[in-house]
């Protein structure tokens, strides 16, 4: 073998290590994530005091790394715009309805649904034309919609089904997917990843303080021990690590962010049934089979147009 073949062999593999560990662990702070707010809810926490002082953490966190980079939030009418959209849909809406619902419906039903808003995006691509149609990636997303209906049907005939807190916590994915097409179309020009994410988490702050004017809302923390704001220290560089490496893989291989909700369950699903005493979602098997099945076939159709447009790129005009 040549120094060469070495080289490039060792380039390969490290160009595939970062965006491979980047999904591992940002999947499992995913699904670590639903259950920390989980056992927040019982040990006093309110959904919304637990979600707002996290991200106020994690907003901490992203700006002082954003300093040491030197990649300051821009502050201008554009970046304010895209703050406060993807704060809405992307961090502070679907976080709190997750939150608020996780009581409910299990941390374990919260996780396997968070592997949806992928396939949602591409359904709202396609109806944007952003995205052209192609048979595979078709029939992932009939695919994982199905599972979700088998999830969902199982849930809503349980006994002690709450119709409400189901249906809340499937509008999650919908504004993530929002967030997703909004984030591609609106993207402030010229603006990295880190500079974004503390701007962002700030507006989110501020949404979520909005919130607690309204009756029935609080932010109040209590205090009678260390427990809840260690758990709230906890999930600030839960939300940290994940926007953090999110933003990381988004440089280096993008379609594998179709890929976190996936682990993000693999991860949720067995910390809620065997650390969290939850019962297993009734029809897990054959709804997250069909859910897995979907985005492995909607990932593996977004890695086939990518290596089309690239041999495209790559073959000279001849004319």
Not at 27 to 38: E, M, P
Not at 127 to 151: D, I, K, N, S
Not at 207 to 218: C, E, I, R, V
Request: contains cysteine; glycine residues 10%.
């Amino acid at each position: 073998m040549t120094k060469f073949t070495e080289r490039n062999g060792s380039a390969c593999k490290s160009v595939w290590l970062v965006p491979l560990t980047c999904l591992l662990v940002g999947g499992a702070l995913l699904g670590i994530s639903t259950n920390v707010a989980k056992y927040a809810g019982e040990i006093g926490l309110s959904p919304l005091a637990f979600l707002l002082w996290s991200i106020a953490g994690a907003a901490t966190i992203l700006l002082v790394i954003a300093l040491l980079l030197h990649e300051l939030p821009p502050l201008n009418k554009r970046s304010f715009e895209y703050y406060f959209i993807s704060a809405l849909v992307s961090v502070a809406g679907s976080n709190l309805l997750f939150f608020s619902a996780i009581p409910h419906v299990g941390a374990g039903f919260v996780a396997l649904i968070i592997s949806l808003p992928p396939l949602l995006t591409y359904l709202g691509a396609l109806a944007l034309g952003m995205e052209r149609f192609q048979t595979v990636r078709a029939l992932g997303v009939a695919a994982a919609l199905a599972g979700a209906g088998v999830l969902a049907a199982r849930k809503f005939s349980a006994p002690d089904a709450s119709v409400f807190w189901i249906l809340i916590a499937l509008c999650g994915p919908v504004l993530l997917a929002i967030g997703n097409l909004y984030r591609t179309l609106r993207w402030p020009e010229g603006a990295s990843p880190n500079a974004l994410a503390p701007g962002m988490l700030i507006a989110a702050v501020v949404l979520l303080g909005a919130t607690s004017l309204l009756p029935n809302f609080s932010l109040t923390v209590p205090l009678g021990g260390f427990l809840p704001l260690g758990l709230i220290t906890l999930q600030a560089f839960i939300f940290a690590g994940q926007f953090q490496l999110v933003s990381t893989q988004k440089r280096v291989a993008r379609f594998l962010l179709s890929l976190l909700g996936s682990v993000g369950a693999i991860v949720g699903v067995p910390v809620a049934v065997f650390l969290q005493g939850e019962s297993p979602p009734d029809g897990l098997i054959l709804g997250a089979s069909l859910i897995a099945l979907g985005v492995a076939l909607v990932t593996w159709g977004g890695m086939k147009m990518m290596t089309l447009s690239k041999q495209k790129l790559e073959v000279p005009d001849k004319t």
